[in-house]
C-alpha cells in the first residue's frame, strides 16, 4: 500500500509539473500580449510569474525527488522480502530520468547521467529565464517612469526574491540537503544505501 502511494504521487507530481509549467506559460504570454496591446505594466508582471512558476516547479519536483526516495527503498525491501528483484521501477527511473543521490540541480545532474529528462528541465528554465529578463527589458522604461518608492519596492522585491530562490535551491537541490535528509531517516529505516554519496549533514 505504501508503494502504491508513492508511485500515486510520482504520477501526480510529474502531472503537477506540467499543469504548473502549462499555466506559467499562459500566463506569461497573456501579459507580453496585454503588454504589447498598449498595457505596458504588464510587461514587468512577466518576471513575476516567470519566476513562481520556477519556484512552484521546482517544489513539484522535490516532491517527486521524494516519492521517488521512498519507492525505492521500499521496492528494495520487498524484493528482500520476496528473495527476488521484481521490484525495478526504481532501478529504471535512475538510468532513464534522473539518479538518486547523485548531485544535480533540481533533475538536471551534473556530471554525467544526462537524458531527455534533463533536456526538458532544462529548456523549461532556459524559456523562463529568457522571459523573465524579457519582460523585465521590455518594462524597463515604465518601471523607471514610476515614482521611486515604487521603482524601490518592484526591484527590491523581484530581485530579493529572485536572489532568495537561487540561494535556497542550491542549498537544497545541488547542495543535496534534502536528499540527504530523506536518505538518513529512510536507512534509519532499512539499512543500506541507494545515494552515491555517503555525505552526512
Do not use: C
Not at 502531472?15 to 497573456?30: E, G, H, M
Not at 521501477?89 to 543521490?101: N, V
Not at 522571459?131 to 526591484?155: C, H, K
Not at 545541488?174 to 552515491?196: A, D, W
Amino acid at each position: 500500500m505504501q508503494l502504491s502511494r508513492m508511485r500515486g504521487m510520482t504520477a501526480m507530481y510529474h502531472r503537477r509539473f506540467f499543469l504548473d509549467v502549462n499555466l506559467t506559460t499562459v500566463l506569461i504570454l497573456v501579459l507580453f500580449v496585454v503588454g504589447w496591446w498598449g498595457v505596458e505594466q504588464a510587461f514587468l508582471l512577466v518576471p513575476v510569474v516567470a519566476l513562481i512558476g520556477a519556484v512552484q516547479t521546482a517544489f513539484d519536483s522535490s516532491y517527486l525527488v521524494f516519492a521517488r526516495w521512498y519507492a525505492a527503498y521500499l521496492e528494495r525491501y520487498l524484493n528482500e522480502r520476496v528473495g527476488e528483484r521484481i521490484h525495478v521501477a526504481a532501478e529504471l527511473e535512475d538510468a532513464y530520468l534522473f539518479e538518486l543521490g547523485a548531485p544535480k540541480i533540481v533533475t538536471i545532474p551534473i556530471g554525467g547521467g544526462f537524458t531527455w529528462f534533463s533536456y526538458v528541465t532544462i529548456f523549461y528554465t532556459v524559456v523562463g529565464a529568457f522571459a523573465y529578463l524579457f519582460g523585465l527589458v521590455l518594462g524597463w522604461d515604465t518601471l523607471m517612469a514610476a515614482p521611486l518608492p515604487v521603482i524601490l519596492l518592484y526591484s527590491l522585491g523581484l530581485y530579493g526574491m529572485t536572489i532568495a530562490s537561487l540561494l535556497v535551491g542550491i542549498w537544497w537541490f545541488v547542495g543535496g540537503k534534502g536528499e540527504r535528509r530523506l536518505q538518513r531517516v529512510l536507512e534509519g529505516r532499512f539499512g543500506g544505501s541507494l545515494s552515491t554519496s555517503e555525505e552526512e549533514d
